[in-house]
Protein backbone atom coordinates (compact mmCIF):
# COMPACT_ATOMS: atom_id res chain seq x y z
CA UNK A 1 0.00 0.00 0.00
CA UNK A 2 2.80 2.33 0.96
CA UNK A 3 4.58 1.28 -2.65
CA UNK A 4 1.23 2.08 -4.47
CA UNK A 5 0.86 5.89 -2.66
CA UNK A 6 4.70 6.49 -2.75
CA UNK A 7 4.18 5.29 -7.18
CA UNK A 8 1.07 7.65 -7.22
CA UNK A 9 3.37 10.82 -5.63
CA UNK A 10 6.01 10.08 -8.06
CA UNK A 11 4.28 10.00 -11.17
CA UNK A 12 1.58 12.59 -9.93
CA UNK A 13 4.68 14.81 -10.16
CA UNK A 14 5.37 14.30 -13.50
CA UNK A 15 2.10 15.93 -14.61
CA UNK A 16 3.71 19.38 -14.25
CA UNK A 17 6.91 18.58 -15.97
CA UNK A 18 4.85 17.34 -18.89
CA UNK A 19 2.93 20.51 -19.52
CA UNK A 20 6.94 22.00 -18.81
CA UNK A 21 7.71 19.81 -22.07
CA UNK A 22 4.34 21.27 -23.64
CA UNK A 23 6.18 24.46 -23.09
CA UNK A 24 9.33 23.44 -24.62
CA UNK A 25 7.24 22.86 -27.55
CA UNK A 26 6.39 26.98 -27.97
CA UNK A 27 10.16 27.03 -29.85
CA UNK A 28 8.28 25.15 -32.73
CA UNK A 29 6.00 27.82 -33.74
CA UNK A 30 8.88 29.75 -35.40
CA UNK A 31 8.87 27.68 -38.34
CA UNK A 32 5.16 28.47 -39.63
CA UNK A 33 5.79 32.10 -38.02
CA UNK A 34 8.87 32.91 -40.46
CA UNK A 35 6.41 31.82 -43.07
CA UNK A 36 3.98 33.95 -42.09
CA UNK A 37 6.02 37.28 -40.98
CA UNK A 38 8.45 36.68 -44.52
CA UNK A 39 4.95 37.06 -46.53
CA UNK A 40 3.51 39.99 -44.37
CA UNK A 41 7.13 41.86 -44.98
CA UNK A 42 8.25 40.44 -48.30
CA UNK A 43 11.76 38.68 -47.68
CA UNK A 44 13.30 36.49 -49.53
CA UNK A 45 13.99 32.49 -48.21
CA UNK A 46 17.61 33.73 -46.64
CA UNK A 47 16.02 36.91 -44.70
CA UNK A 48 13.17 34.60 -43.16
CA UNK A 49 15.73 32.22 -42.19
CA UNK A 50 17.20 34.52 -39.85
CA UNK A 51 14.53 34.10 -37.40
CA UNK A 52 14.28 30.40 -36.78
CA UNK A 53 18.31 30.48 -36.94
CA UNK A 54 18.26 33.30 -34.64
CA UNK A 55 15.96 31.17 -32.00
CA UNK A 56 18.44 28.25 -32.13
CA UNK A 57 21.37 30.24 -31.72
CA UNK A 58 21.07 31.03 -28.16
CA UNK A 59 21.75 28.07 -27.62
CA UNK A 60 25.19 28.38 -28.44
CA UNK A 61 25.81 30.82 -25.87
CA UNK A 62 23.17 29.44 -22.83
CA UNK A 63 23.42 26.09 -23.01
CA UNK A 64 26.31 25.25 -21.03
CA UNK A 65 26.25 28.55 -18.59
CA UNK A 66 22.92 26.74 -17.88
CA UNK A 67 24.63 23.69 -16.80
CA UNK A 68 26.82 25.44 -14.85
CA UNK A 69 23.69 27.60 -13.44
CA UNK A 70 21.90 24.18 -12.03
CA UNK A 71 25.15 23.54 -10.14
CA UNK A 72 24.08 26.74 -7.98
CA UNK A 73 20.28 27.53 -7.74
CA UNK A 74 19.20 23.81 -8.86
CA UNK A 75 17.40 22.27 -11.68
CA UNK A 76 13.68 22.98 -10.82
CA UNK A 77 14.25 27.02 -10.00
CA UNK A 78 16.47 26.68 -13.27
CA UNK A 79 13.14 25.97 -15.26
CA UNK A 80 10.74 28.44 -13.74
CA UNK A 81 13.52 30.99 -14.91
CA UNK A 82 13.11 29.52 -18.57
CA UNK A 83 9.31 29.66 -18.28
CA UNK A 84 9.37 33.34 -17.01
CA UNK A 85 11.71 34.49 -20.29
CA UNK A 86 9.33 32.46 -22.34
CA UNK A 87 6.39 34.26 -21.21
CA UNK A 88 7.99 37.43 -21.88
CA UNK A 89 8.69 36.74 -25.47
CA UNK A 90 5.35 35.68 -25.93
CA UNK A 91 4.35 38.84 -24.60
CA UNK A 92 6.39 41.13 -27.05
CA UNK A 93 4.62 40.15 -30.35
CA UNK A 94 0.90 41.44 -28.93
CA UNK A 95 2.51 44.84 -29.18
CA UNK A 96 3.48 45.15 -33.35
CA UNK A 97 4.52 42.63 -36.15
CA UNK A 98 7.60 44.59 -37.16
CA UNK A 99 11.14 42.75 -38.34
CA UNK A 100 12.54 44.24 -35.16
CA UNK A 101 9.88 43.24 -32.61
CA UNK A 102 9.65 39.88 -34.34
CA UNK A 103 13.46 39.34 -33.88
CA UNK A 104 13.37 40.11 -30.17
CA UNK A 105 10.61 38.11 -29.55
CA UNK A 106 12.12 34.81 -31.65
CA UNK A 107 15.82 36.34 -29.24
CA UNK A 108 13.92 35.53 -26.19
CA UNK A 109 12.02 32.61 -27.27
CA UNK A 110 15.50 30.84 -28.20
CA UNK A 111 17.28 31.75 -24.72
CA UNK A 112 13.80 31.06 -22.46
CA UNK A 113 14.09 27.77 -24.62
CA UNK A 114 17.53 26.71 -23.94
CA UNK A 115 17.41 27.19 -20.61
CA UNK A 116 14.22 24.80 -20.37
CA UNK A 117 15.74 22.55 -22.72
CA UNK A 118 18.95 22.52 -20.68
CA UNK A 119 17.36 22.25 -16.97
CA UNK A 120 13.83 20.27 -17.96
CA UNK A 121 15.66 17.26 -19.16
CA UNK A 122 18.30 16.29 -16.03
CA UNK A 123 15.03 17.50 -13.67
CA UNK A 124 13.32 14.71 -15.34
CA UNK A 125 15.73 12.03 -14.55
CA UNK A 126 14.87 13.12 -10.70
CA UNK A 127 11.89 11.30 -10.84
CA UNK A 128 12.45 8.71 -13.68
CA UNK A 129 16.27 7.27 -13.92
CA UNK A 130 17.84 3.68 -15.36
CA UNK A 131 16.48 2.50 -18.36
CA UNK A 132 13.00 4.09 -18.26
CA UNK A 133 14.57 7.29 -18.97
CA UNK A 134 14.72 7.18 -22.69
CA UNK A 135 11.34 6.08 -22.67
CA UNK A 136 10.27 8.84 -20.57
CA UNK A 137 12.01 11.65 -22.80
CA UNK A 138 10.48 10.49 -25.30
CA UNK A 139 6.88 10.55 -23.93
CA UNK A 140 8.09 14.58 -22.79
CA UNK A 141 8.68 14.52 -27.09
CA UNK A 142 5.74 13.36 -27.41
CA UNK A 143 3.98 16.04 -25.34
CA UNK A 144 6.44 18.88 -26.71
CA UNK A 145 4.97 18.19 -30.02
CA UNK A 146 1.36 18.34 -29.19
CA UNK A 147 2.09 22.11 -29.16
CA UNK A 148 4.21 22.37 -32.08
CA UNK A 149 1.19 20.26 -34.06
CA UNK A 150 -0.94 23.04 -32.76
CA UNK A 151 1.14 26.00 -33.39
CA UNK A 152 0.63 26.12 -37.64
CA UNK A 153 -3.50 25.73 -36.92
CA UNK A 154 -4.28 28.20 -34.09
CA UNK A 155 -2.20 30.50 -36.46
CA UNK A 156 -3.79 29.69 -39.70
CA UNK A 157 -7.01 29.96 -37.78
CA UNK A 158 -6.27 33.48 -36.59
CA UNK A 159 -4.99 34.54 -39.91
CA UNK A 160 -8.63 33.48 -41.28
CA UNK A 161 -10.29 35.14 -38.58
CA UNK A 162 -11.90 31.59 -37.41
CA UNK A 163 -11.39 32.15 -34.05
CA UNK A 164 -10.89 35.67 -32.10
CA UNK A 165 -7.87 37.36 -32.57
CA UNK A 166 -8.51 41.34 -31.26
CA UNK A 167 -6.79 42.17 -33.79
CA UNK A 168 -3.96 40.06 -33.84
CA UNK A 169 -4.83 37.68 -37.11
CA UNK A 170 -2.09 35.01 -37.04
CA UNK A 171 -0.39 36.46 -34.00
CA UNK A 172 -3.12 35.50 -31.62
CA UNK A 173 -0.89 32.23 -31.35
CA UNK A 174 0.90 33.84 -29.08
CA UNK A 175 -0.87 34.88 -25.99
CA UNK A 176 -2.86 31.57 -26.55
CA UNK A 177 0.83 29.94 -25.79
CA UNK A 178 1.26 32.78 -22.73
CA UNK A 179 -1.37 31.93 -20.94
CA UNK A 180 -0.33 28.23 -20.76
CA UNK A 181 3.49 29.41 -19.96
CA UNK A 182 2.18 30.64 -16.56
CA UNK A 183 -0.18 27.92 -15.77
CA UNK A 184 3.26 26.23 -15.94
CA UNK A 185 5.19 28.57 -13.97
CA UNK A 186 2.45 28.61 -11.22
CA UNK A 187 1.99 24.48 -11.24
CA UNK A 188 5.38 23.98 -11.16
CA UNK A 189 6.17 25.98 -8.63
CA UNK A 190 4.00 24.53 -6.60
CA UNK A 191 5.37 21.46 -7.05
CA UNK A 192 7.89 20.05 -4.33
CA UNK A 193 10.76 17.76 -6.21
CA UNK A 194 13.52 16.31 -4.49
CA UNK A 195 16.89 17.14 -6.41
CA UNK A 196 20.17 15.17 -5.17
CA UNK A 197 22.99 17.42 -4.09
CA UNK A 198 24.13 19.27 -7.00
CA UNK A 199 27.35 18.54 -9.28
CA UNK A 200 30.83 19.28 -8.07
CA UNK A 201 31.25 23.05 -9.58
CA UNK A 202 32.75 22.97 -12.85
CA UNK A 203 34.10 25.71 -14.92
CA UNK A 204 32.85 26.65 -18.66
CA UNK A 205 36.26 25.44 -20.08
CA UNK A 206 35.70 21.93 -17.75
CA UNK A 207 32.50 21.34 -19.70
CA UNK A 208 33.91 21.91 -23.08
CA UNK A 209 36.77 19.50 -22.34
CA UNK A 210 33.59 16.59 -21.99
CA UNK A 211 33.45 17.33 -25.99
CA UNK A 212 37.52 15.50 -25.90
CA UNK A 213 35.22 12.23 -25.54
CA UNK A 214 34.59 10.58 -29.14
CA UNK A 215 31.21 9.40 -27.81
CA UNK A 216 29.86 12.70 -26.62
CA UNK A 217 31.25 14.53 -29.43
CA UNK A 218 29.34 11.86 -31.52
CA UNK A 219 26.49 12.37 -29.67
CA UNK A 220 26.73 16.58 -30.11
CA UNK A 221 26.77 16.36 -33.53
CA UNK A 222 24.22 13.80 -33.63
CA UNK A 223 22.13 16.30 -31.46
CA UNK A 224 23.06 19.22 -34.21
CA UNK A 225 21.99 16.88 -37.33
CA UNK A 226 18.15 15.71 -35.62
CA UNK A 227 17.51 19.39 -34.88
CA UNK A 228 18.58 21.19 -37.84
CA UNK A 229 16.85 18.63 -39.80
CA UNK A 230 13.52 19.37 -37.60
CA UNK A 231 13.61 22.72 -37.81
CA UNK A 232 14.20 22.84 -41.59
CA UNK A 233 11.53 20.66 -42.33
CA UNK A 234 9.36 22.81 -40.24
CA UNK A 235 10.41 25.57 -42.41
CA UNK A 236 11.52 24.40 -45.61
CA UNK A 237 8.09 21.65 -46.14
CA UNK A 238 5.61 24.98 -46.80
CA UNK A 239 8.51 26.11 -49.31
CA UNK A 240 8.31 22.57 -51.33
CA UNK A 241 4.36 22.51 -51.79
CA UNK A 242 4.39 26.46 -52.75
CA UNK A 243 7.15 26.20 -55.35
CA UNK A 244 6.19 22.78 -56.65
CA UNK A 245 2.28 22.55 -56.55
CA UNK A 246 1.91 26.74 -56.39
CA UNK A 247 -0.06 26.41 -53.31
CA UNK A 248 -0.81 29.38 -51.18
CA UNK A 249 0.66 30.06 -47.53
CA UNK A 250 -2.38 28.83 -46.14
CA UNK A 251 -2.81 25.73 -47.86
CA UNK A 252 0.72 24.67 -47.41
CA UNK A 253 0.97 25.31 -44.06
CA UNK A 254 -0.88 21.85 -43.25
CA UNK A 255 2.86 20.19 -44.45
CA UNK A 256 4.15 21.63 -41.15
CA UNK A 257 1.34 20.72 -39.04
CA UNK A 258 1.56 17.04 -41.23
CA UNK A 259 5.20 16.95 -40.19
CA UNK A 260 4.00 17.67 -36.41
CA UNK A 261 1.38 14.94 -36.62
CA UNK A 262 3.96 12.12 -37.49
CA UNK A 263 6.63 13.52 -34.88
CA UNK A 264 4.00 13.35 -32.08
CA UNK A 265 3.08 9.78 -33.18
CA UNK A 266 5.86 8.88 -33.51
CA UNK A 267 7.31 10.16 -30.07
CA UNK A 268 3.94 8.18 -28.96
CA UNK A 269 4.79 5.08 -30.27
CA UNK A 270 8.71 5.54 -29.04
CA UNK A 271 7.68 5.66 -25.43
CA UNK A 272 6.09 2.63 -25.59
CA UNK A 273 8.44 0.57 -28.08
CA UNK A 274 11.66 1.75 -26.47
CA UNK A 275 10.66 0.04 -23.60
CA UNK A 276 10.56 -3.64 -25.28
CA UNK A 277 13.16 -2.85 -28.11
CA UNK A 278 16.81 -1.70 -28.09
CA UNK A 279 17.30 1.78 -28.44
CA UNK A 280 19.81 0.99 -31.49
CA UNK A 281 17.50 -0.83 -33.49
CA UNK A 282 14.77 1.41 -33.24
CA UNK A 283 17.38 4.22 -34.19
CA UNK A 284 18.31 2.82 -37.26
CA UNK A 285 14.69 2.47 -38.25
CA UNK A 286 13.97 5.83 -37.81
CA UNK A 287 17.26 7.03 -40.00
CA UNK A 288 15.89 4.63 -42.67
CA UNK A 289 12.61 6.88 -42.05
CA UNK A 290 14.00 9.68 -43.26
CA UNK A 291 16.41 8.57 -45.63
CA UNK A 292 13.53 7.20 -48.25
CA UNK A 293 11.85 10.60 -47.44
CA UNK A 294 14.65 12.44 -48.17
CA UNK A 295 15.20 10.18 -51.43
CA UNK A 296 10.86 11.09 -52.07
CA UNK A 297 11.64 14.68 -51.48
CA UNK A 298 14.38 15.38 -54.60
CA UNK A 299 12.33 13.15 -56.81
CA UNK A 300 8.77 13.60 -56.75
CA UNK A 301 6.35 16.73 -57.50
CA UNK A 302 3.53 14.41 -56.70
CA UNK A 303 1.27 16.01 -53.57
CA UNK A 304 0.82 12.80 -52.15
CA UNK A 305 4.41 11.60 -52.39
CA UNK A 306 5.38 15.34 -50.66
CA UNK A 307 3.02 14.44 -47.69
CA UNK A 308 4.38 10.80 -47.37
CA UNK A 309 7.80 12.11 -47.14
CA UNK A 310 7.59 14.79 -44.71
CA UNK A 311 5.22 12.33 -42.61
CA UNK A 312 8.40 9.81 -42.91
CA UNK A 313 10.59 12.82 -41.56
CA UNK A 314 8.23 13.70 -38.91
CA UNK A 315 8.33 9.48 -37.87
CA UNK A 316 11.66 9.23 -38.04
CA UNK A 317 12.93 12.00 -36.46
CA UNK A 318 10.76 11.98 -33.33
CA UNK A 319 13.04 9.67 -31.53
CA UNK A 320 16.29 10.69 -32.73
CA UNK A 321 16.75 13.52 -29.48
CA UNK A 322 15.77 11.34 -26.91
CA UNK A 323 18.09 8.37 -27.87
CA UNK A 324 21.09 10.33 -28.34
CA UNK A 325 20.07 12.34 -25.24
CA UNK A 326 19.84 9.49 -23.01
CA UNK A 327 22.93 7.66 -24.64
CA UNK A 328 25.11 10.43 -23.47
CA UNK A 329 23.82 11.07 -19.68
CA UNK A 330 24.21 7.34 -19.17
CA UNK A 331 27.78 7.63 -20.90
CA UNK A 332 28.97 10.41 -18.15
CA UNK A 333 26.16 10.00 -14.87
CA UNK A 334 28.11 11.85 -12.68
CA UNK A 335 28.19 14.64 -14.96
CA UNK A 336 24.72 15.08 -15.95
CA UNK A 337 24.16 18.60 -15.49
CA UNK A 338 27.31 19.92 -17.61
CA UNK A 339 25.97 16.63 -20.28
CA UNK A 340 22.96 18.06 -20.62
CA UNK A 341 23.84 21.58 -21.33
CA UNK A 342 26.87 20.46 -23.93
CA UNK A 343 23.77 18.23 -25.75
CA UNK A 344 21.63 21.04 -25.42
CA UNK A 345 24.29 23.61 -27.05
CA UNK A 346 23.70 21.02 -30.21
CA UNK A 347 21.32 22.59 -30.86
CA UNK A 348 22.84 24.97 -32.20
CA UNK A 349 22.43 23.28 -35.59
CA UNK A 350 18.93 24.47 -35.86
CA UNK A 351 20.96 27.88 -36.56
CA UNK A 352 23.82 26.24 -38.99
CA UNK A 353 21.40 24.26 -41.11
CA UNK A 354 18.54 26.61 -41.68
CA UNK A 355 21.13 29.34 -42.91
CA UNK A 356 22.76 27.05 -45.19
CA UNK A 357 19.23 26.00 -46.23
CA UNK A 358 18.44 29.52 -47.15
CA UNK A 359 21.32 30.23 -49.49
CA UNK A 360 20.97 26.90 -51.24
CA UNK A 361 16.88 27.48 -51.79
CA UNK A 362 18.15 30.61 -53.21
CA UNK A 363 20.68 29.41 -54.97
CA UNK A 364 18.79 26.50 -56.90
CA UNK A 365 15.42 25.77 -55.18
CA UNK A 366 14.03 24.06 -52.40
CA UNK A 367 15.84 20.93 -53.82
CA UNK A 368 18.95 22.34 -52.68
CA UNK A 369 17.58 23.02 -48.83
CA UNK A 370 16.58 19.29 -48.95
CA UNK A 371 20.17 18.36 -50.10
CA UNK A 372 21.69 20.08 -46.96
CA UNK A 373 19.31 17.81 -44.61
CA UNK A 374 20.32 14.64 -46.16
CA UNK A 375 23.23 15.44 -44.52
CA UNK A 376 22.58 15.34 -41.53
CA UNK A 377 20.59 12.14 -42.00
CA UNK A 378 23.49 10.41 -43.85
CA UNK A 379 25.19 11.46 -40.81
CA UNK A 380 23.24 10.10 -38.17
CA UNK A 381 23.44 6.76 -40.25
CA UNK A 382 26.98 6.51 -39.36
CA UNK A 383 25.65 7.19 -35.52
CA UNK A 384 24.15 4.38 -35.35
CA UNK A 385 26.72 2.11 -34.98
CA UNK A 386 28.41 3.82 -32.16
CA UNK A 387 25.01 3.14 -29.86
CA UNK A 388 25.22 1.19 -27.20
CA UNK A 389 22.67 -1.99 -27.68
Not at 161 to 180: E, K, N
Request: proline fraction near 3%; aromatic fraction near 12%; glycine fraction near 8%.
Amino acid sequence: MLFSMTTQVKYAKLIPLMLCFFAMGFVDLVGIASNYVKADLNLSDSEANIFPSLVFFWFLIFSVPTGLLMNKIGRKKTVLLSLVVTFVSLLIPVFGDSYGIMLCSFSLLGIGNALMQTSLNPLLSNIISGDKLASSLTFGQFVKAIASFLAPYIAMWGATQAMPTFGLGWRVLFPVYMVIAVIAILWLGATPIEEEKADQASGFGDCLKLLGRPFILLCFLGIMCHVGIDVGTNTTAPKILMERLEMSLGEAGFATSLYFIFRTLGCFSGAIVLQKVSARSFFILSVCCMLIAMIGLFISHELYVIYAAIALIGFGNSNIFSIVFSQALLAVPEKRNEISGLMIMGLFGGTVFPLFMGFASDAIGQNGAVAVMMVGVIYLLLYTWKIKK
